[in-house]
Structure formats: C-alpha cells, structure tokens
C-alpha cells in the first residue's frame, strides 16, 4: 500500500474545496463589487452585508445569489408591512400621516405580489421580465417616501426603512441585469 498517495489525496480534495469558486467566501464580495460597480447607487457595504445574513449565500452561485437577494427583498417588505400596521395604531401620528401610512402599506403589499412573481421569471431566466418587476417594486419606496412630502413640514417616519428597501430592489435589479448579459 502506497501511504504517500494516502496523504496526498485527501490533501488534495481540501485543496480542491478550498479554492472552488462556488465554495468561496469571497464569491459574496465578488458579486457585490461586480453589482457596485456596474450601479453607482448600490452600495457595496450593503450588499455584503445583506447577502451575508443569509447562510446558504456561502456556497451559492451568482444565479443563487440573486434568488437570495429577491427573497431578502420580500422578507424586507414582508417586515415592513408589520411595522406599517403598527405605526397605524401609533397616536401621535395625525390623519395626514396615517393616510400616507395606509398609501405605503398598500404599495408594500402590491411590492410583494410584484416581487415574487419576479422571483420566479427570474428563476425561469426571463430576466428582462424579473428586471420589470423589480424596478416597478422599487418605486414603492420612492412614493411612499413623496407621500410625506408633499405636506409642507411633514417627515416620512419610513425613511430609514424605505432606503433600504430600495437598496434591496437595486440589488435584485443589478443581479438581473448582469445575469441578462451573461
């Protein structure tokens, strides 16, 4: 029996492991300064970040990867409606404030109807649809937050939250958009 092929097989398989690019950790940071650089708005950190929370991101592809981000995504908005209701039963905010409430709670909820049927043409491949999907989700953040405004003086308290929802969209809109390219 050969003892040196012994040692230099299994040596050989955690090399293998170690470097292959799906297995990496670095496929995260890849993908996102792929998307990062490609969308001047994407911020790098967040994406890191965002992907990273999610433990099957480790060993996912880049097509994987993309799924994450559109389930993150729907997660977000889902969380996001919960907070909505309870900022309704909230007694400091005026009546002007609850209806623009009430107008960001249904743009979540139709965001969501949007996104998973974006979720699927995207793991169909039909990413030009997915693409369509994502951008008209995105615009939930962008007129919930114009809602508040338009009211002299009145200040959005989803700001915080609708920033990252767009920034989720974004995510989702790259990985789309670079996949298409592929």
């Known amino acids: 029996m050969n003892y040196r092929n012994l040692f230099i097989y299994p040596c050989l398989c955690l090399l293998l492991l170690f470097f292959h690019p799906s297995l990496s950790c670095d496929s995260v940071h890849q993908a996102c300064r792929k998307l990062a650089d490609r969308d ?4 790098y950190h967040f994406c890191v ?7 099957r991101s480790r060993t996912a592809t880049l097509e994987e990867l993309g799924a994450i981000s559109v389930m ?40 969501i109807d949007t996104l998973r ?10 990413y030009i649809d997915a693409k369509q999907g994502f951008t008209s989700a995105m615009d939930a953040s962008v007129t919930c937050e114009e809602g508040f405004m338009e009211k002299e003086g009145e200040s ?3 700001t915080k939250e609708d920033e990252r929802f ?6 989702d ?4 958009t670079v996949l298409d390219k592929k």
């Open 40 to 43: 001047p708005d994407l911020k």
């Open 49 to 55: 970040a965002s992907l990273e929370s999610d433990s």
């Open 72 to 111: 993150l995504t729907i997660s977000n908005a889902t969380n996001l409606k919960s907070y909505i209701f309870e900022l309704l039963e909230d007694k400091r905010f005026d009546p002007y404030s609850k209806g623009c409430l009430r107008d960001c709670l249904e743009l979540y909820s139709d965001a």
């Open 117 to 126: 049927n974006a979720l699927d043409d995207f793991k169909n491949k039909h």
């Open 156 to 158: 959005s308290p989803l």
């Open 166 to 171: 767009f920034q989720l969209c974004a995510m």
């Open 173 to 176: 809109l790259a990985f789309a």
